[in-house]
């Protein structure tokens, strides 16, 4: 009989410590290094150049480290290499993203896509918002987001939630993250006549031995360790327009910090 009632008190002490979503699943986060929310921006009527090179808006880690771009010198051309940067939200800050998550509910579904502002807003991106768990990723992916005035209580709750990570950036201490991968970009491309800056070929490979080539006419590679730490003292001093040569051709490159829970190139995963 005491064990009976010792194994029903263990059992409700681990459903109470356990939050139940809307979706009706536990919410479960995943270890404190692992990257718990992911913030995208996609598509857009901009150059693919831009489309290629750009990264997530945010990276928020389990033990509530925000990454996300820092700003750049309103400079023409400005630098090539854009800097990544670190925050820590407060637990209080935590506590609020966790809510919003299970009020939006994002546990309980795989994927959800919200076009209602197709029809009325034309050539806007597409935020995408990751939310990574046991169970594994759930997106929630809203066109136009705050654009138009939502239908869809889920909608506001994103905003909101989008909102808070934005708030945190800016009110944070934040310091330089560290680049250990690096996600490198190529194609073939002159010089800007108005500004020329032509120098030699950076990478341990030729631009034929670059790859794969993606969709976008790109090739793409990735660089880790000691490699990726040469490239961004290269590419720091770097700016917008410089191409690089190689074997009597120019090409032009780019490149950004590859972030916790990025793939790496679109064709080889």
Not at 192 to 197: A, G, K, Q, T, Y
Not at 215 to 224: N, Q
Request: net charge negative; proline share 10%.
């Amino acid at each position: 009989m005491k064990r009976t009632i010792a194994v029903t008190l263990a059992l409700v002490a681990l459903i109470s410590a356990c939050a139940l979503p809307t979706g009706g699943r536990p919410t479960t986060t995943p270890p404190p290094g692992a990257p718990m929310l992911t913030v995208t921006s996609e598509g857009g009527f901009v150059p693919v150049e831009y489309l290629v090179g750009r990264g997530p808006r945010y990276v928020l880690l389990a033990d509530g480290r925000l990454i996300f771009e820092g700003p750049v010198p309103t400079i023409y051309p400005g630098p090539m290499l854009a800097p990544s940067l670190v925050v820590r939200i407060d637990d209080a800050t935590m506590g609020r993203i966790r809510r919003l998550v299970d009020e939006i509910g994002f546990p309980g579904f795989s994927e959800l896509r919200n076009d209602d502002a197709a029809d009325r807003v034309a050539d806007a991106t597409t935020e995408v918002v990751t939310y990574r768990d046991a169970t594994g990723p759930h997106v929630f992916a809203v066109y136009a987001l705050g654009l138009v005035e939502p239908n869809d209580r889920r909608v506001e709750l994103l905003t909101e939630l989008l909102e808070v990570l934005d708030e945190a950036a800016a009110a944070g201490d934040a310091e330089p993250f560290p680049v250990d991968r690096l996600l490198v970009h190529v194609a073939e491309g002159a010089a800007d006549p108005e500004f020329p800056d032509v120098r030699p070929w950076p990478l341990p490979q030729r631009p034929a031995e670059v790859g794969p080539v993606e969709p976008s006419g790109w090739a793409c590679t990735v660089y880790e360790g000691p490699t990726a730490a040469e490239l961004v003292d290269v590419f720091s001093a770097a700016t917008q327009v410089t191409v690089w040569e190689e074997a009597g051709s120019t090409y032009r490159i780019l490149a950004r910090a590859l972030l916790p829970g990025e793939a790496g190139c679109t064709l080889s995963g």
